[in-house]
């Protein structure tokens, strides 16, 4: 593994939430690595079963494609659309759901992503057009 390679993946193990490859790049600094590098590094991360990702459609930052670390137990998110923040929503509540699709589709589940998406607390509670805090 090259060292760009670690360095993304080390990026993604100390991520408290999902980051794009633009996140990555803006952790890592381009003194580490050029914005293609990280492209590559999170393909062949994702390829290597090291991270997984998925794609989210905001309404700010249009649609990105989101990676979190494969070494990190499986979660789901919720994404605020006015502060853009990602909030754990806990442990993966589907392996039942998937575990009942095989049996009575023939299915096999093999991954899955779920994010759930609106306003967090704070921003809910904020007047309209100025959301809590900005990332």
């Known amino acids: 593994m090259t060292r760009a390679r670690e360095a993304v993946l080390a990026a993604l193990d100390a991520a408290e939430e ?16 050029d914005q293609a590098t990280v492209y590559r590094a999170l393909d062949y991360l994702e390829d290597a079963g090291l991270a ?16 979190v670390s494969a070494s990190r137990p499986h979660r789901h998110w919720f994404h605020c659309e006015a502060c853009h923040r990602f909030v754990d ?7 039942g759901l998937a575990a009942e ?26 007047k309209a057009g100025t959301p809590a805090s900005r990332r």
């Open 52 to 67: 997984e990702s998925f794609v989210l459609r905001c309404s700010e930052h249009g649609t990105e494609r989101y990676f």
């Open 89 to 95: 929503i806990g442990a993966c509540r589907l392996g």
């Open 18 to 33: 999902p980051l794009s490859a633009a996140a990555v790049l803006g952790r890592l600094g381009e003194s580490c690595c």
């Open 101 to 126: 699709l095989e049996r009575e589709r023939g299915f096999q589940v093999r991954r899955h992503s779920m994010y759930f998406s609106g306003l967090c607390p704070e921003c809910k509670g904020a």
